[in-house]
């Protein structure tokens, strides 16, 4: 990867280069399987603990596709399945027990719960070495100061994807509309670090801020990540601009990006309608996890 070639400023419209994840994630990948290959090579097999509760198709498929790819990449991943009706202390218990097993080092909730339970609380109590999902308070405090520790995995990916790509990063304007705690947030403290693949000038836009479209006109990365399909219109892209789209939302099975298609048209790179940011989220989750566990048998 590098971050030296210089993206041109503006292209002739209508030529947006397409920015897919999936060869990131393919690349992050295999130097996690590579990874896993080492720690194998010294008699440690790593393990992702998966918690589901209740019965969400959608969920029960995302922890397939987790499953699925933790055993390809060499992973253990123990799975509990709790019922829509379990309690808040239920779920604890589950989390304690995975916790304190020395053959566990990584550990997700499925999220969403059923809104009986409270998800925070439970994202409290996962012990914040083995929160592959990096959105453990303490791991937000960590990037928030730039002490080393799980990362978000949708920002971190979104970072990956930048500098997959060769776009340069350092300097530049980057506009993130959602200030959301997955997305927006962590996305802007981790774009904003001393880093050759960030060091960006960052603003933040959301609802309180009615002339957003102010800003995202002057940027040269532009990423949607409110969640309000169709909210970014060519109009609110600057020609030749880089476009991630992360915000999305489901009607059904269908998905609706924030990401006007006719965007395309005016940006200068973009990623793709599907394909763009999710690949790259699912990467980094292992990312994490390999590192969970170099870090807990070292
Ligand atoms: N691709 C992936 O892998 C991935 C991963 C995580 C999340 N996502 C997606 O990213 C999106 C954001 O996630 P999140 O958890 O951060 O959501 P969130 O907490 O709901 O945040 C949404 C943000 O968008 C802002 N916003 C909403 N409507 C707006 C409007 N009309 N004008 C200006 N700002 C507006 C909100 O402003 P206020 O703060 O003022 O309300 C808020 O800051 C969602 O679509 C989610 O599905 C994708």
């Known amino acids: 990867m590098s971050t030296t070639t210089p993206l041109p400023e503006t292209q002739p419209s209508g030529t947006a280069r397409l920015l897919p994840g999936a060869p990131v994630a393919e690349a992050v990948l295999d130097e996690v399987a590579a990874g896993v290959a080492r720690l194998r090579g010294r008699g440690v097999t790593p393990s992702l603990a998966t918690v589901l509760v209740g019965d969400d198709d959608a969920s029960a498929g ?10 390809a990449l060499g992973f253990e991943s123990p799975h ?18 995975f916790n304190a097993d020395p053959a566990v080092h990584g550990l997700l909730v499925q999220y969403p719960i059923p809104a009986h339970l409270d998800y925070d609380a439970a994202l409290q109590l996962i012990d914040p070495d083995m929160d592959v999902d990096g959105m453990h308070p303490l791991n937000m405090g960590r990037l928030a100061v730039g002490v080393p520790g799980p990362l978000p995995c949708t920002p971190a990916g979104i ?4 500098a997959y790509h060769e776009i340069p990063v350092a300097g530049r304007d980057v506009v993130i509309l959602g200030r959301g705690a997955t997305l927006g947030r962590p996305l802007a403290m981790l774009l904003s670090q001393k880093r050759p693949t960030a060091d960006a000038a960052v603003t933040v836009v959301h609802s309180g801020v009615p002339d957003w479209q102010r800003h995202t006109r002057r940027a040269d990365i532009l990423v949607a990540a409110a969640g309000v399909p169709g909210i970014i219109q060519p109009e609110h892209v600057k020609p030749g601009a880089v476009v991630i789209g992360a915000g999305v939302r489901y009607a059904g099975r269908r998905l609706l990006p924030d990401v006007d298609e006719a965007c395309a048209r005016v940006a200068g790179a973009i990623t793709p309608r599907v394909g763009g940011v999710g690949p790259t989220t699912v990467a980094m989750l292992f990312r994490n996890a390999l590192r969970a566990a170099e870090a807990a048998t070292r």
């Open 62 to 71: 995302y922890i397939r596709i987790k499953q699925r790819q933790a055993a």
């Open 80 to 97: 509990e399945h709790l019922p829509a009706s379990a309690t808040q202390q239920d779920l604890h218990r589950v989390i304690a027990g």
């Open 159 to 162: 970072e990956a994807l930048l």
